[in-house]
């Protein structure tokens, strides 16, 4: 890493299908932080979700260890996370393109786990409800996203597609 040393505690936010994932994996394996992937914690056998107590207990653990990196939105507990975190990134991808991502994904992985990204028991499908909060994630959280980056103390960045996220990358990571 280049001037970052101080990089321990990183977020990853952004719509579904926009890179996240692929993101924490690569910074990951630059730096050696753990990657922390929030899917494969939030979900249970079945897409069952915990109650907000639980979410809450569990995202606590998570992020009781010194160093990660944290890739998931949940935006009901973004402070929760800011607060432990010392850099956010946001992905603001056009929301075309996380449709698309979200649509080849559902279809590539339908009925298989897509990896260690999403909790065992959660097989790929196609959500009617789940494409319409990705189309509308933008108009419908990325405000809070963004109000919620600016009480935030630590370093934020955005990256709104590939070429910013190789560039982003190209820096931090040598």
């Known amino acids: 890493m280049s001037d970052e040393a101080s990089v321990e505690r990183v977020l990853i936010i952004g ?3 926009s890179g996240k994932s692929a ?3 690569r910074i990951g394996a630059a730096t050696g932080l753990p990657v922390v992937h929030l899917d494969s914690h939030y979900w ?9 107590e639980e979410w809450r207990t569990r995202l606590t653990e998570l992020m009781a260890g010194p160093r990660w990196i944290l890739d998931g939105n949940y935006t009901g507990t973004l402070p929760l996370r800011l ?6 990134i946001l992905l603001e991808c056009p929301r075309w393109l996380c449709l698309a991502r979200v649509l080849r994904r559902a279809l590539l992985s339908h009925g298989r786990r897509r990896g260690a990204d999403m909790a065992a028991g959660c097989p790929e499908r196609f959500d ?3 494409v319409v909060y990705v189309w509308r994630f933008g108009s419908d959280n990325l405000a809070r996203v963004r109000a919620a980056l600016q009480e935030f103390s ?7 597609g590939r070429r910013d996220a190789a560039a982003f990358l190209a820096e931090f990571c040598r």
């Open 44 to 52: 249970g056998a079945g897409w069952t979700e915990p109650s907000r």
């Open 154 to 160: 630590g370093r934020v960045v955005i990256l709104r």
């Open 128 to 130: 009617w409800a789940f």
């Open 23 to 25: 993101l924490a994996q």
């Open 83 to 88: 607060a432990r975190a010392d850099t956010a």
């Open 15 to 17: 719509s579904p299908g």
